[in-house]
């Protein structure tokens, strides 16, 4: 009776046992599969999404951004990206080694494999292949042995169209409905440029032939302009300066006691190798008279190149020759 009844048990176990694996809770074996596709679809798709933040934050060198999809806090990765820091010091010259690396990141994109996708069915964990591209910033340098400013370089690099490609294995946490990034420091790899400090123009001055002022209401004898509304500044170039990318600001300012008054200063202005600089600044009345100049500046380390000049109205110019005449001298 015993052995029969210990049978009975084993075969009433395996039943069960049987069963269990041929159904899902509230459903049948179909169920369960339909159930386990859907839930990796969503952690796929989670890890897609997690994946393309983590290239922004990357490209924008936002350690606080890429640690959001950390599952902890990267400890190595923030240590070399190229961070470029606010400042309130208006004299302060930004690291042009830093910028270059900056503009080469901000490159950076991801594409993910999913078909790399890994997990086992009761880990929290799985990882993915994904691929991380820049620009390929060594085609600039075999093309250019010396560099305008930082600028010149990133608008040579906009221009590329070969990247860089490093291939990662990013592991994941599974954490809800939100998966993690668990080897976040492994992508500081994707920073170890090598050759990121340029050679620099040393000034304006090496690429400018001539500089000169211009316009109906211009007159190079006495420098100077006459009932004018607008001002017209020239810079011609030599065959160097045809070469490069510029990018420059340019300001109008007014001699004024104690300090000079800045009219306009202008945005950034790019112009890609141009045969000469040329800039025309109006007003809608014309222009009181005065001491003016325009200076341009380089948009990256402040060198400057300008003009100064004078500027009359007609009831000015008419005083100062009766004057002159002794016309209206004051009683003695």
């Not at 948009?299 to 005449?325: L, N, Q, R």
Request: glycine share 4%; aromatic share 12%; charged share 30%.
């Amino acid at each position: 009776m015993i052995g029969k009844k210990l049978t009975a048990a084993i075969l009433g176990l395996s039943f069960m046992l049987s069963a269990a694996s041929c159904t899902f809770p509230g459903g049948t074996a179909e169920t369960e599969d339909t159930h386990t596709r859907s839930t990796r679809a969503e952690v796929e798709e989670n890890i897609v999404e997690t994946s393309q933040k983590i290239a922004n934050a990357l490209a924008n060198c936002d350690i606080e951004a890429l640690s959001k999809c950390c599952d902890r806090e990267p400890r190595h990765i923030g240590d070399v990206m190229p961070v470029i820091e606010e400042t309130d010091d208006e004299d302060a010259k930004p690291d042009k080694k830093l910028m270059v690396e900056n503009m080469i990141a901000s490159t950076i994109t991801c594409v993910v494999d999913k078909n790399s996708y890994k997990t086992e069915f009761w880990s929290d964990e799985c990882s993915i292949d994904a691929v991380f591209s820049y620009k390929d910033y060594h085609k600039v340098l075999q093309e250019q042995d010396i560099f305008l400013n930082p600028g010149d370089f990133n608008s040579r690099l906009m221009d590329v169209t070969d990247t860089v490609d490093i291939t990662f294995t990013l592991k994941f946490k599974k954490l809800g409905s939100k998966t993690l990034l668990k080897n976040a420091d492994d992508l500081a790899e994707i920073y170890s440029y090598t050759d990121t400090t340029l050679n620099y123009m040393k000034s304006f001055f090496d690429m400018v032939d001539d500089i000169y002022m211009t316009g109906d209401k211009w007159d190079p004898v006495t420098e100077s302009y006459t009932d004018t509304d607008t001002f017209e500044i020239v810079l011609e170039l030599n065959e160097l300066g045809h070469e490069y990318i510029w990018e420059y600001v340019y300001r109008v300012s007014n001699e004024t006691y104690p300090k000079w008054t800045h009219l306009f200063t202008s945005g950034k202005v790019v112009e890609k190798y141009p045969d000469e600089i040329r800039v025309i600044y109006t007003q809608d009345t014309i222009i009181e008279e005065g001491f003016y100049c325009i200076l341009f500046y380089n948009y990256y380390d402040d060198t400057i190149i300008g003009y100064e000049f004078d500027v009359f109205t007609s009831d000015t110019s008419e005083t100062s020759e009766t004057d002159e005449a002794g016309e209206t001298s004051e009683p003695g």
